[in-house]
């Protein structure tokens, strides 16, 4: 009975505790109940993944409305791979938010910080799993609203800035897109993404349709932070508070490469979508000059989390590579590092969150001689790192090496090179943070710092673990990848 | 019909668009920007309704005597799109004004100023 309505319930759960939280008042209360519908999304999400993985598509008619005039709810082999990491990733941080927020936000707005994160995570997993235009947009202006509040309620006054910079970069980027989705409306008459797909085979006006193409893929561009559309990012990433920064970082962007991808290859059909405009080499250069600038500008960077956020820059340039590439190796690396990187990065994040809470700074001066009083932390700092560095047997050695396949397969040896080339780069701007903390003597007579409580430790060890465990067994990210890249490569034909 | 006069709320659209746009990166004020955001988003909604009306057709409510109906799907969109817009500007608004208090001036280039300075107070 309950199985059945599963979709809807993945968005309705935090959803509805948002409000509720915010009639509760009390910190505790409501930090139980944003981790509970953390961990039954999570849950959920798991159910829909298996399911889908024993009988294909699951479309769900919200109030019983039958596409396409209704909503459709739509779960696939590629969003229940998005939907596990974006409910994985919130059922993780939320045991660490505990400490980390009590520390990092003014405590009346503690229950606030709560409501704003089940408001944030219902509209990242609607984007997910709507199979619906127009929804998409209503989910990703619910998720994008509350993100700005959760980045200003960082502790500098710079928060505030850097999330009134994101509100305008994000709304320009979700007008864009909705304007491109008005276009698409015009010309078929239709919102549903099987729907349109359908009528844009036989449409005659190819105009319209580039135009919509050009203003979604700049509007996602823009979400996504695609290089030379990401500035609002390492401003929001640095001074949010760090839980934020971590689920931010994780899902939000990835979610929104989730939906081009959907785009390219489910409603446009990559013939038309990647060749119809020059979007290949516009993706491939992009993504190289992402990869490359960022990771340079990444070495320079006096703060950790600053840092941090332009390699996410750069990480996301490996995830359009792949979809600029757009053959199976290349998009199989791109989606399994949609989950890699989200690990990873969840993993620094968390540590940086740990770090932030124990010594008050993450500048990476404070951080000389850490290894001497957190050795843990630091450990798993060296072994986050290697994930980001793309290390055989950790996570991010395989996407990159499905990368480097599709880029071999397509002939274009410098892609290559380039991938290589920025993997070092990666080594000199870890190594940075890792000489720090080993090798450099503290600066002031070290003080014992304050131990982070358990219910920190255990999810930052558990992201660390799962750095080196889906490097070592590659059958739920890459085999998920895999999978979701044969239903996108068969698309609409 | 010419291609202007046939098409002419496209070309108020497009016009609204690029000047909403253009106030918003153009500007320094915060609220100015806030303000051009709000016109760049306004066109949209008449890129929407527009073309959902049918000239000589009604609202879409089935009586006798009338054949042709406006399209409601547009409409309908919009008033989802204007709550959105609604909050966008709204926040953007609370934010200006915690923005006012921590820095003293809604100005960008002064903010960006006291920003370089190197020792910040905690809000």
């Known amino acids: ?493 | 019909m010419s291609a202007f006069g046939g098409h002419y709320s496209y070309f108020v659209t497009v016009l609204l668009m690029v000047a909403g746009l253009y106030v918003t990166i153009a500007r320094g004020n915060l609220v100015k920007k806030l303000i051009g955001l709000s016109i760049f988003q306004t066109s949209v909604y008449l890129l929407y309704i527009a073309p959902g009306k049918l000239i000589g057709a009604t609202a879409p409510i089935v009586a006798k005597g009338y054949a042709s109906y406006s399209n409601p799907l547009p409409h309908v969109l919009i008033l989802t799109a204007i709550v959105v817009g609604v909050a966008t500007i709204a926040l953007g608004l609370a934010l200006v004004v915690r923005i006012r208090e921590g820095y003293g001036t809604i100005e960008e280039d002064q903010i960006l100023e006291q920003d370089r300075a190197p020792d910040e107070p905690a809000k």
């Not at chain 1, 009528?199 to 996504?224: D, H, M, N, S």
């Open chain 1, 1 to 493: 009975m309950i199985a059945e309505h599963l979709p809807v319930l993945q968005v309705v759960l935090p959803l509805v505790a948002a409000p509720l939280i915010v009639l509760l008042r009390r910190d505790t209360a409501a930090w139980l109940v944003a981790t509970a519908a953390s961990v039954a999304c999570l849950a959920i999400a798991v159910a829909l993944a298996l399911a889908v993985a024993r009988g294909g598509v699951i479309s769900y008619a919200i109030g019983s409305w039958p596409p396409p005039w209704g909503i459709e709810y739509r779960v696939d082999a590629l969003s229940a791979f998005m939907l596990v990491l974006v409910a994985g990733i919130g059922a993780l941080v939320m045991p660490y938010a505990r400490a980390s927020v009590a520390a990092e936000v003014p405590g009346r707005q503690v229950y606030l910080f709560y409501a704003m994160y089940c408001l944030c995570l219902a509209g990242l997993l609607g984007i997910v799993v709507t199979g619906d235009l127009f929804n998409i947009f209503v989910f990703l202006e619910i998720s994008s609203l509350s993100t700005y509040v959760l980045i200003a309620l960082g502790r500098q006054r710079r928060a505030l800035l850097a999330a009134f910079q994101y509100l305008i970069v994000g709304t320009i980027g979700a007008t864009f897109y909705v304007i491109g989705i008005g276009l698409l409306y015009l010309v078929t008459g239709s919102l549903n993404i099987v729907d349109v797909a359908a009528r844009l085979q036989i449409a005659t006006e190819l105009r319209p349709l580039l135009a919509a193409l050009a203003f979604i893929t700049v509007g996602l561009g823009l979400k996504l932070a695609l290089f030379p559309l990401h500035q609002w990012l390492p401003n929001a990433y640095a001074y949010a508070p760090s839980v934020v920064t971590t689920f931010l970082a994780a899902t939000a962007t990835k979610v929104s490469v989730y939906v081009l991808i959907r785009f390219y290859f489910l409603v446009f059909g990559h013939a038309f979508a990647l060749d119809g405009l020059p979007l290949r080499p516009l993706l491939v250069g992009l993504s190289a000059a992402a990869i490359v600038t960022m990771s340079l500008v990444a070495l320079f960077q006096p703060d950790l989390k600053r840092m941090l956020a332009y390699s996410s820059v750069a990480q996301i340039g490996y995830i359009t590579l792949g979809l600029g590439l757009a053959n199976a190796a290349g998009l199989t690396g791109a989606i399994a590092h949609l989950a890699n990187h989200g690990i990873t990065k969840c993993a620094l994040f968390l540590l940086a969150g740990g770090i932030a809470l124990s010594c008050g700074s993450t500048s990476i001066a404070s951080l000389r001689g850490l290894a001497h009083r957190m050795p843990w932390t630091a450990f798993g700092f060296v072994v986050a790192g290697l994930s980001l560095i793309g290390v055989p047997g950790t996570a991010g050695f395989t996407s990159k090496w499905f990368l480097v396949e599709g880029a071999l397969e397509d002939g274009q040896v410098w892609v290559v090179v380039l991938v290589v080339a920025s993997s070092l780069l990666a080594v000199a701007y870890v190594w940075r943070v890792v000489e720090a903390m080993y090798l450099a003597e503290p600066d002031a007579p070290a003080q014992t710092p304050t131990r982070a409580p358990l219910l920190m430790r255990a999810p930052t060890a558990l992201a660390v673990a799962l750095t080196v465990v889906l490097g070592l067994v590659t059958a739920y990210n890459v085999g998920y990848a895999r999978r979701a890249v044969e239903l996108l490569l068969e698309g609409i034909s």
